[in-house]
């Protein structure tokens, strides 16, 4: 099986989970939002916000630097995920107890206070959960994940919508995160038992502090990320109120799902690429420029069909309430092309040992996210978030390329202009079809994905090499069969 067709198949299985869970995701957003309304389901964004900056310090990089070792010898899986599970566990109580005393002070009251409680629970069990996560990545084991994401996905949805059928106040809708999330848990606890080797707990104080230095960076990228990722919403709900995160986190929730959608494909790439680093650096440039092609042709669509359809994806899913949403949302989608590409390239740095470039970057990112806020969003409230969320990832792009310069994997500009010249000549033609037939969205996705897959061959963006891997890939599907 060829590097790309592996990569490519531990994806697959990562996009069915991406599938179930975003169609239950978006379930849960089409009855809540609509429950709740702008203020309510803004409270709830605001948690999750917090808890998305809070939950980075549960982990520190810890199972980031387990999957790149474990996945370059299997034999490696009991001790290293042991020891960092005593580690994220001590890690996760502290954040829980640091995340209710910022509550406390923040001002939080009534069913606010209650709320932000209720979400720090979901934060704890999920960072349980997504450790197991770590350790099927690293054995490349993506079912068992699709297994337990798909038990939480389908478990919120069901309770959220038991408590919307008994009339249950905000509190009571927040609930079904933390409830869904520790029954994910105990799922993936089962999993460990039986298919993974017992832990093992190695304390001695030089394995220790190789653990805690090489995460360390990881951890610090992940504390960034998460800044310039979430720091929007938290600083709308000081700034602007929760209406303003309502309709900011309404534009939001499109990108979370793509976001979610890289991150599993990252998740299925990290262990390969961490692999291919050690054994032949030549297949594992060959891998980064195929992916970052693809995730190229993945995305550029994505934005200029949403960017057109901004108003009626807003009413479709949120209601007429939120329709002022669809200007941030015409504005935010166009940071998914940036997100992408950075986050592929960040993964690649990630596996090759330069996590402190990545690190540095994130950090920069992160300032350019803050500053950029505090002018913009007084200005222009969640449309300004909005402008910033762009502009941070293309920022984000930049120095991630820069940095990619002083590695033997940097980017070759005459080779790489052409694809992407093909890409975007497809979108072209993709959006001028749109504008010009003004169709209504359900036969405009359609007639979209139809003239852009046939655009990809007519521009010659799609190639035989790629019409090869997806060949292979096929071919394994059968042969398992």
């Given at each position: 099986?060829?590097?790309?067709?592996?990569?490519?198949?531990?994806?697959?299985?990562?996009?069915?989970?991406?599938?179930?869970?975003?169609?239950?995701?978006?379930?849960?957003?089409?009855?809540?939002?609509?429950?709740?309304?702008?203020y309510?389901?803004?409270?709830?964004?605001?948690?999750?916000?917090?808890?998305?900056?809070?939950?980075v310090?549960?982990?520190?990089g810890?199972?980031?630097?387990?999957?790149?070792?474990?996945?370059?010898?299997?034999d490696?899986?009991?001790?290293?995920?042991?020891?960092?599970?005593?580690?994220?566990?001590?890690?996760?109580?502290?954040?829980?107890?640091?995340?209710v005393?910022?509550?406390?002070?923040?001002?939080?009251?009534?069913?606010?206070?209650?709320?932000?409680?209720?979400?720090?629970?979901?934060?704890?069990?999920?960072?349980?959960?997504?450790?197991?996560?770590?350790?099927?990545?690293?054995?490349?084991?993506?079912?068992?994940?699709?297994?337990?994401?798909?038990?939480?996905?389908?478990?919120?949805?069901?309770?959220?919508?038991?408590?919307?059928?008994?009339?249950?106040?905000?509190?009571?809708?927040?609930?079904?995160?933390?409830?869904?999330?520790?029954?994910?848990?105990?799922?993936?606890h089962?999993?460990?038992?039986?298919?993974?080797?017992?832990?093992?707990?190695?304390?001695?104080?030089?394995?220790?502090?190789?653990?805690?230095?090489?995460?360390?960076?990881?951890g610090?990228?992940?504390?960034?990320?998460?800044i310039?990722?979430?720091?929007?919403?938290?600083?709308?709900?000081?700034?602007?109120?929760?209406?303003?995160?309502?309709?900011?986190?309404?534009?939001?929730?499109?990108?979370?799902?793509?976001?979610?959608?890289?991150?599993?494909?990252?998740?299925?790439?990290?262990?390969?690429?961490?692999?291919?680093?050690?054994?032949?650096?030549?297949?594992?440039?060959?891998?980064?420029?195929?992916?970052?092609?693809?995730?190229?042709?993945?995305s550029?669509?994505?934005?200029?069909?949403?960017?057109i359809?901004?108003?009626?994806?807003?009413?479709?899913?949120?209601?007429?309430?939120?329709?002022?949403?669809?200007?941030?949302?015409?504005?935010?989608?166009?940071?998914?092309?940036?997100?992408?590409?950075?986050?592929?390239?960040?993964?690649?740095?990630?596996?090759?040992?330069?996590?402190?470039?990545?690190?540095?970057?994130?950090?920069?990112?992160?300032?350019?996210?803050?500053?950029?806020?505090?002018?913009?969003?007084?200005?222009?409230?969640y449309?300004?978030?909005?402008?910033?969320?762009?502009?941070?990832?293309?920022?984000?792009?930049?120095?991630?390329?820069?940095?990619?310069?002083?590695?033997?994997?940097?980017?070759?500009?005459r080779?790489?202009?052409?694809?992407?010249?093909?890409?975007?000549?497809?979108?072209?033609?993709?959006?001028?079809?749109?504008?010009?037939?003004?169709?209504?969205?359900?036969?405009?996705?359609?007639?979209?994905?139809?003239?852009?897959?046939?655009?990809?061959?007519?521009?010659?963006?799609?190639?035989?090499?790629?019409?090869?891997?997806?060949?292979?890939?096929?071919?394994?599907?059968?042969?398992?069969?």
């Open positions: 099986m060829s590097v790309t067709t592996r990569v490519v198949k531990n994806s697959s299985l990562l996009m069915v989970t991406s599938v179930v869970t975003n169609l239950m995701m978006f379930l849960l957003t089409l009855f809540t939002a609509r429950y709740l309304g702008t309510n389901f803004g409270l709830i964004s605001s948690a999750l916000s917090v808890i998305g900056i809070f939950g310090f549960c982990d520190l810890l199972g980031m630097y387990a999957i790149q070792k474990v996945s370059r010898d299997h490696l899986t009991a001790r290293y995920f042991g020891t960092a599970f005593v580690l994220r566990f001590i890690l996760t109580i502290l954040t829980f107890v640091f995340y005393l910022f509550t406390v002070y923040s001002g939080f009251t009534g069913e606010s206070f209650w709320v932000m409680v209720v979400i720090g629970g979901y934060m704890f069990f999920n960072s349980l959960t997504t450790f197991y996560y770590s350790m099927y990545q690293s054995n490349e084991q993506m079912h068992f994940q699709t297994i337990v994401n798909t038990v939480y996905s389908v478990g919120v949805f069901i309770v959220a919508l038991i408590f919307i059928y008994l009339g249950c106040n905000v509190v009571w809708i927040a609930a079904a995160y933390p409830i869904s999330m520790f029954i994910a848990f105990l799922i993936g089962i999993i460990k038992i039986k298919y993974y080797p017992k832990f093992t707990y190695d304390f001695n104080k030089s394995f220790i502090r190789e653990l805690v230095v090489n995460g360390i960076p990881f610090i990228t992940g504390v960034f990320t998460s310039y990722f979430w720091i929007a919403s938290v600083m709308l709900t000081f700034m602007s109120g929760n209406v303003a995160v309502g309709l900011f986190s309404s534009s939001q929730k499109l990108l979370l799902v793509l976001s979610s959608i890289f991150m599993l494909i990252s998740n299925a790439v990290f262990p390969v690429m961490s692999q291919l680093y050690v054994t032949d650096t030549v297949k594992l440039n060959a891998l980064y420029q195929k992916m970052l092609k693809y995730l190229l042709m993945l550029i669509p994505i934005a200029v069909g949403s960017a359809y901004s108003t009626d994806i807003i009413r479709i899913i949120f209601g007429d309430a939120f329709l002022d949403a669809s200007i941030g949302l015409s504005v935010l989608v166009w940071a998914v092309i940036f997100m992408f590409l950075s986050g592929t390239t960040s993964t690649l740095l990630g596996a090759i040992n330069k996590q402190f470039l990545v690190t540095k970057v994130t950090m920069g990112g992160a300032i350019v996210s803050v500053v950029a806020n505090i002018f913009l969003i007084p200005l222009f409230s449309v300004g978030a909005s402008i910033t969320a762009v502009l941070t990832e293309f920022v984000v792009l930049v120095l991630m390329l820069y940095a990619l310069r002083k590695t033997e994997f940097r980017l070759n500009i080779k790489t202009i052409v694809p992407i010249i093909r890409v975007l000549l497809s979108n072209m033609i993709m959006a001028v079809v749109l504008v010009y037939l003004h169709l209504p969205f359900v036969l405009g996705v359609i007639v979209a994905v139809v003239v852009y897959v046939i655009a990809l061959f007519v521009t010659g963006a799609f190639n035989g090499e790629d019409r090869d891997i997806i060949v292979g890939l096929i071919e394994q599907v059968r042969n398992r069969g």
